[in-house]
């Protein structure tokens, strides 16, 4: 699905392909501690279709894997993208989504590493 978005500020905007039926659902400590969430939710963008019609954002690299992309004046999360050459791939928040909203979270990573907070069932929780 053909969608665009942006920051809050509106200094980064987008378009792209995207995956809007099936969303990612990451329950890594890294995720909880970008969100402030006891998960991070995203959907993937289609290799090569992730066009940015103003400025681009920043990056910070969060971990061994990748790099996570923002708005340096507002701060909004834009994007995920893995750092080695031959992983293409890129996820987006579907809160940066203007034109469309994600349908259902289909997939959980990293499941093992979550800490629930005492948020979710006990029995969905793994310490």
Known sequence: MRVTGGCLCGNIR???????????????????????????????????????LKEEPKYFVSSDTGKRGFCENCGSR????????????????????????LKRGSRGTYTPTRNCHGIMPARTCRS
Request: aromatic share 12%.
């Open 14 to 52: 987008y378009e792209a392909d995207v995956f809007l039926h099936n969303g990612y659902i990451c329950h890594c400590t890294i995720c909880q501690r970008s969100t402030g969430q006891p998960a991070e939710i995203t959907v993937l963008i289609k290799a090569g279709t992730l066009k940015y």
């Open 78 to 101: 834009i994007v995920w993208q893995a750092l080695a050459a031959e992983d293409d791939w890129l996820t987006m928040s579907p809160s940066a989504v203007w034109t469309a909203r």
